[in-house]
């Protein structure tokens, strides 16, 4: 009985280490299946986050704002000189927007154009950016944009409040501030989605008014 035992002995002794690589081996694909696992919904937890967040920053703020509107005075792309008292006893519509290399700042421009609500409404539309005519007026040629855009040196769009509200922290964003023929402030509004319909920026402004 001895003998058969000690023949015996290697092969279960065998047999055992089999097992146990297998036990450990299944222990590892166990664990990596886990780390998996965890990546994966640390991934989806970071993306809904993000899209939570792109949602959430992207959202439009409005305001109907106060008090008499800073007073203004800005060269234009055309060579003319604008001021805000130029059109007093008629609202305005000023429009403070990135510049230069934003096309959708541009294309909003473009389609407020189109639409000849504005005028019938007796409302003027002023675009504001902080550029040279020389860095502008490329944009303007390209989307067809006859306007003249008024240059500024940030100090009237840090006078409106309008400044980081965008993408930079020294350049506005895609807002609009409508001012009565009184020259009071009456609504103010930012887009981060750096679009709003014309018809819509239309009826709001009239709304304000």
């Not at 007026?137 to 008024?150: A, E, H, I, N, R």
């Amino acid at each position: 009985m001895t003998a058969k035992t000690q023949k015996t002995n290697p092969r279960q002794t065998e047999r055992m280490r089999l097992r146990q690589e297998l036990a450990r081996e299944k222990a590892k694909k166990a664990k990596r299946r886990l780390i998996t696992r965890i990546a994966i919904a640390t991934a989806v937890i970071i993306v809904a986050s993000l899209v939570v967040y792109g949602v959430w920053s992207a959202r439009p703020t409005d305001s109907t704002a106060g008090g008499q509107a800073p007073a203004f005075t800005l060269k234009t792309t055309a060579g003319t000189t604008v001021s805000l008292s130029d059109y007093r006893g008629k609202p305005v519509l000023l429009y403070f927007n990135e510049g230069a290399g934003c096309g959708a700042c541009t294309q909003q421009m473009a389609g407020i154009e189109k639409n000849p609500g504005f005028a019938q409404a007796g409302i003027t539309v002023l675009p504001i950016v902080m550029n040279t005519r020389a860095q502008i007026q490329p944009d303007l040629d390209s989307f067809g944009v006859k306007t003249p855009y008024l240059l500024d040196d940030g100090s009237v769009s840090k006078a409106y409040g309008v400044l980081g509200k965008g993408m930079h922290a020294n350049l506005p964003g895609h807002g609009f501030v409508l001012v009565d023929g009184a020259g009071l402030e009456r609504w103010q509004a930012d887009y981060p989605s750096m679009w709003l319909e014309p018809a819509t920026l239309l009826q709001t402004a009239k709304s304000k008014l």
